[in-house]
Structure formats: C-alpha cells, structure tokens
C-alpha cells in the first residue's frame, strides 16, 4: 500500500515521517527548538571555553573574551535572541568578564563606520521619499534589459567600478538601496515564481556586496587594508607600492573574480531564471512614462546623492585642498544627512527632504549588531585571543614529507 507522508510547518522549517512506521523521511529541526536549545547552549558553552582557555596563558580577561565570542557565536547561528539583542552580550560579559572597561566597551557602538552607515541609511530613506528610487531602477532595467541575469550582471559592474575608487562600504551604501527598489519594480506581476524572485533578490544582495570587495582589489585606494599593507611594506621593508605595480596585479584579479562570481551566484549558488522578465521593455518604458517628468524634489534629493558620491571619490584631494586633513568619509555622509533634514522639496509645500517620523525607519538594529561586531572584534585584539587563534593555526599546519 502506498505510504502517505505527513509535514508539519514550523515557518521555514518542517518535519516529515510517515505514520505506518514512525520512520523519518526527511528530518529538519523545528525553528522553535533550535532556538530554545541555543539559548541554553550558548552559555553552556562559554563557561566550557573559559574553563578549558585556563592553561594556555590568556589572562582572565581573554578568557571572557573567548568565551564571549562563543556564546554570541551559538545565539546568532540558532537566533536564540534577536541578532541585535545578542550584540549587547559584551557591554555586560566583557566588564563583568575583565577584559575591558563598560567605556572601552561600548566605544565601538559610536565607531564612525556607524556613523557613516547611518548617513548612508538616511540618504536611502530619502530617495524613497521622492520616489526617485522607483525611476532609477526602471531606467537601470531599460539599460541592462529585463533579464534577470543580466541586471544582476549590471548592479555588480557598476559596484566593482565605483568601488575601485571609492570605499567598498560607501560603494554598497550607495548601490544597496537602488537594488532593492529594482527587487520592488519585479513585484508579483512580473510573473517571476516565488523561489525564482528569492534567487534573484538573493544574487543581487549577495552580488552587491561581493561586487564591492572584487572592486576594491583592483586599485591600491580601493578599500583601505590595501594602504594599510602599502604602509606596512613602506615601513617595515622599505619597499614602496606604487598604483602601477598595483594594478599589475590587482586589476587582472578582479577582472576574472567578478565575472566568475557572477556566473557561480545566478547559475549555481542560487539559480535565476534566463529570460526575460514578462512584459519587457515595453512594460518597463510604460511604468517610467507613467511617473511623470522628474520633480524639483527628486533633483534637489538627486544632487544631495550625486554631490555625496562625488566627495567620496575625491575625498583626498578635497581635504588637500580645504585644508581639512579629518575630512573622511563619515564626514561626508553625516553632512549630507543633515542637508536633507534642512533641504526644502520645494517652495510651495514647504516639505523637507528628510524629517524623523522618516528616519525613524532607520534600521537600527543593524547599527547595533555592528556595534557588537566591532566592539568584539576590539577586545579579541586588545586581550591577545587573536594571537592565542594564530597560534593554533600554526601548530595545525600541514608539513611537507619529501
């Protein structure tokens, strides 16, 4: 007789077995056990690595800081808690643990890299005020046509240009909210099956972010751990990297990383469809038309961004020429987020281009969930874990027998 196979859903995960047996046919864990077990086992094992880390030289300190580093490792891989809520676990483990003063701790949490992506935030909540967000995807998906393969290709070429020049976070700052409007345009009616809108939504996040890091290894001002090596080299060796000796190598790497990439996210990592999205071009040209001609609001909004990414790219060269050698790149983000909080749309309403009932939207969560990263991240360095980790990879290392 055939077996008849029961499910049961617990959200995105699910249980199959067949009741002739009790056998199990294809088993994945129930979410709400997973995260009532890691909330137990995130502890657990903390204390078991700081017992274990007793006699291998860390001073108590590091040993809370490696303990630490597990316990919110095992509550961000089974979401014990809500991934920002565990990123508050060292403004009490690390004082408490003495790895650091609660001062030293949440320094990290006012880092200017969030600052610099909360201006970014602001500006994208900006641009979706206006709505220019919805006609600068539609005019990138009349460039790089309706394929999604294709428009996953464009958004990380861009990426990996401006990123060659600029800081791979600004790149992503930049290009993360035009991405996602695109994913807005290809709503349901674009025909496009659940899981195949998931792999698309997928590769171009995905592809973003990775566009930015290949780009930033094409040139030597790319992303800053390239001048951090160029200095080290300088100081160290007293061999200087110039861009050209770069770019020999650097530029050829990216030029095979990116479309590599490209290719193993939208053929095999997450598979997007080919063809092109249903209604084409002339679906797309018709929705542009309908917005209308661009508003006074959408250009002030647009020259705030443009002028944003132009201080970025010649951030150097303005804090040569202001005199302002603290001029950096959260600097500028901040700037232009408060322009917007002062910018008026136009003259008849009054309506300015940014208020807080808007930016209340801010992702705040993510902000602390980096704030956490990096305050971790400061402790493991400042307490000797990282060298403790080296170590042990060193003692891993595989010997060549001739």
Not at 126 to 141: D, E, F, P
Request: aromatic share 8%; proline share 5%; with cysteine.
């Amino acid at each position: 007789m055939r077996r008849q196979v029961e499910r049961a859903r617990c959200g995105r995960w699910c249980v199959e077995w067949a009741p002739a047996n009790g056998s199990l046919q294809g088993v994945r864990l129930d979410r709400n056990k997973v995260k009532q077990a890691g909330l137990w086992l995130g502890p657990a094992l903390g204390a078991l690595c700081y017992l274990l880390l007793s006699g291998t030289g860390l001073t108590s300190g590091g040993q809370a800081t490696a303990a630490t580093a597990v316990w919110m490792a095992c509550w961000w891989l089974t979401e014990a808690l809500p991934l920002a809520a565990t990123a508050l676990l060292p403004l009490v483990l690390l004082p408490l643990g003495g790895a650091a003063s609660i001062d030293e701790v949440a320094a990290p949490y006012a880092s200017s890299l969030i600052f610099l992506f909360m201006g970014g935030f602001i500006i994208g909540l900006a641009i979706q005020r206006v709505g220019l967000h919805q006609r600068l995807a539609l005019h990138l998906l009349l460039r790089v046509g309706p394929s999604p393969r294709r428009l996953v290709g464009g958004f990380m070429l861009a990426c990996a240009g401006l990123s060659m020049w600029i800081s791979n976070t600004a790149t992503a700052i930049m290009m993360l909210p035009i991405g996602v409007s695109v994913l807005g345009v290809i709503d349901e009616r674009s025909g496009l099956s659940e899981a195949g809108a998931r792999a698309l939504g997928t590769s171009l996040v995905l592809g973003i972010a990775y566009a930015c890091s290949i780009g930033g290894m094409a040139t030597l001002i790319g992303t800053p751990p390239n001048l951090v090596l160029a200095a080290f080299l300088r100081e160290r060796y007293g061999t200087d990297l110039a861009m050209a000796d770069w770019l020999k190598i650097g530029l050829p790497l990216a030029l095979v990383l990116l479309p590599l990439t490209w290719w193993y996210l939208t053929r095999i990592a997450f598979p997007v469809p080919a063809g092109a999205l249903p209604g084409g071009r002339r679906a797309i040209a018709q929705r542009l038309e309908a917005l209308g001609p661009i508003s006074s609001g959408e250009r002030r909004v647009l020259a705030v961004f443009a002028l944003t990414a132009v201080g970025w790219i010649l951030r150097p060269q303005l804090a040569a020429w202001l005199g302002l050698p603290a001029l950096d790149d959260t600097v500028i983000a901040t700037l232009a987020a408060l322009t917007l909080f002062v910018l008026p749309l136009d003259r008849a309403s009054g309506r300015l281009a940014m208020d807080w009932e808007t930016a209340k939207g801010l992702p705040w969560e993510i902000l602390i969930l980096f704030g956490g990263g990096l305050s971790l991240a400061s402790a493991i360095a400042e307490n000797g874990v990282d060298a403790l980790i080296a170590t042990a990879f060193v003692a891993f290392r595989v010997r060549r027998r001739w």
